[in-house]
């Protein structure tokens, strides 16, 4: 049975594969809104990061099975096995906080040099 954590599990594992995606795609897809959600969700990424604070999501889904389970480990449920090594894989913190805050980097030099609602070639039309 899917419960509450397994579910947030699921929305944030969602949500990190749109920071990761969002930039490439919004680019391809010329979305100006899609550009502008992706930056203010990687900015936000980039900030937790940058101040080593941890993702809000990750600390509502850890309380969730927590008070579900005071003695949890991951692993537990299907979702937990499966998606908890993606959304939380063994590295060093500040190799995962490096990587967000050079991705947000990334995402300020793309609104920059490819201003959302900006076609990304333009087109001889005569």
Not at 31 to 37: I, K
Not at 68 to 82: E, K
Not at 92 to 118: A, D, Q
Request: aromatic share 14%; with cysteine.
């Amino acid at each position: 049975m899917i419960n509450l954590a397994d579910t947030l599990m699921v929305i944030h594992f969602l949500w990190a594969a749109f920071m990761i995606l969002g930039l490439p795609l919004g680019l391809w897809l010329r979305s100006p809104t899609l550009r502008w959600f992706h930056f203010g969700g990687m900015m936000a990424t980039a900030f937790f990061a940058a101040t080593g604070m941890y993702c809000p999501l990750t600390v509502w889904e850890e309380t969730l099975r927590w008070e579900a389970d005071p003695g949890f480990a991951y692993g537990g449920s299907f979702l937990a096995r499966h998606l908890s090594p993606i959304l939380y894989p063994r590295l060093e913190p500040w190799m995962i906080r490096s990587v967000s805050v050079m991705w947000g980097g990334l995402t300020i030099l793309s609104m920059i040099l490819k201003r959302p609602g900006s076609p990304l070639q333009r087109r001889d039309r005569s």
